[in-house]
């Protein structure tokens, strides 16, 4: 793989400051970071782009106000040299293909360990892009198996049926598979079926997804 020779600007648009400390803490080791900016919203990302356009920014798909597909395409729009690395709890097909055809230059799990992150930063600044198994499989996936178009926003309305929320609040309460089966009068088998359909309504990866989602959705409290 070629060296990185010149300094780099790296920027994140997280709305979690204790996440933004923990990454700047990590990209601030790497020898060919000059500096790394970060934002909590779009305008003050906006801000710091026409200051100086980073060489990379790191962006969560959801964000308050504005999701991730919005701030992608708002911001390529204006700066298309911009390489966008998307950071996501959010792991179904759809939102991988989605921020990959509107440019990001790779996907990767909000949980990927420290090499993952360097090994995509690296291979992003030197040839573009960043292709992880998931990534492919997913595209792959999309190619395969063309489906209708979807909305650039991750606020569209998603319909859950009545058990599928009630099962999702006890999930959100850390309820285990057997206590929610108990709880509602269902087997076990039920309760799975009803909790794999909650991940792929929503993109989820995992029960910390759905209640990310579930509280940015305001779901418990209907």
Do not use: W
């Amino acid at each position: 793989m070629a060296t990185i020779t010149t300094p780099v600007q790296i920027a994140l648009l997280d709305d979690h400051p204790l996440f933004r400390q923990g990454m700047r803490y990590i990209l601030q080791t790497l020898p060919y970071v000059e500096s790394v900016v970060e934002a909590a919203e779009f305008g003050e990302l906006l801000a710091l782009c026409r200051q100086r356009l980073p060489d990379v920014l790191l962006l969560d798909l959801q964000m308050p106000g504005m999701d991730g597909p919005e701030v992608a395409q708002q911001l390529l729009g204006e700066f298309p040299d911009l390489k966008i690395i998307v950071l996501s709890m959010f792991s179904a097909d759809k939102f991988i293909t989605q921020m990959m055809k509107l440019g990001a230059r790779s996907y990767l799990p909000k949980d990927v360990d420290q090499p993952q992150l360097v090994q995509a930063l690296e291979d992003v600044l030197t040839t573009g892009h960043h292709f992880t198994e998931r990534v492919s499989k997913a595209m792959l996936r999309g190619v395969q198996q063309p489906s209708r178009p979807t909305s650039l926003s991750l606020t569209e309305e998603i319909h859950f049926t009545p058990r599928e929320l009630d099962v999702l609040r006890l999930i959100c309460e850390g309820r285990p598979t057997a206590d929610i089966a108990e709880q509602l009068f269902l087997g076990r088998r039920t309760v799975e079926g009803h909790r794999q359909r909650l991940l792929e309504k929503t993109g989820a990866a995992n029960a910390a997804g759905l209640v990310v989602y579930a509280v940015r959705h305001g779901l418990l409290d209907t």
